[in-house]
């Protein structure tokens, strides 16, 4: 299992970027990818994730209306598109990977960072003011 971001980087406010999480070595559809962020002194952060089952996304309220996220499944490949950045959103992002809740799971459960079982290295994000 393997999953590889890429696309981090120097930034201005209001600016975009787009982060990619490659995902090897597991059946792609059966997993929720998720989106995390950890900035220094502070608790790792979901932010947004996909759910290859039923296409289904989730973001969290910091991010909503400026991110967005997609899935190219032939490429076993979700990416994170940032737009209207801000200097709170510096940080090292992750990608992760956790089983499809069987039912009717939501952000509520999806963003808690402990029910991911693989994690990417992270790319960090630094956006300047």
């Known amino acids: 299992v393997q999953l590889v971001e890429s696309g981090g980087g120097l930034v201005q406010a209001g600016g975009s970027l787009i982060l990619s999480c490659k995902a090897s070595?597991?059946?792609?559809?059966?997993?929720?990818i998720g989106w995390f962020r950890q900035a220094p002194g502070k608790d790792r952060e979901g932010v947004s994730c996909?759910?290859?089952?039923?296409?289904?996304?989730y973001f969290s309220d910091s991010v909503k209306g400026r991110f967005t996220i997609s899935s190219d499944n032939a490429k076993n490949t979700v990416s994170l598109q940032m737009n209207r950045l801000k200097p709170e959103d510096t940080a090292v992002y992750y990608c992760?990977?956790?089983?499809?809740?069987?039912?009717?799971?939501?952000?509520?459960?999806?963003?808690?960072?402990?029910?991911?079982?693989?994690w990417g290295q992270g790319t960090q994000v630094t956006v300047s003011s």
């Open positions: 992760a990977r956790t089983p499809t809740l069987p039912g009717s799971a939501n952000w509520h459960y999806y963003q808690i960072p402990k029910i991911y079982d693989s």
């Open positions: 070595g597991f059946s792609f559809n059966d997993y929720v």
């Open positions: 996909f759910v290859s089952k039923d296409g289904s996304t």
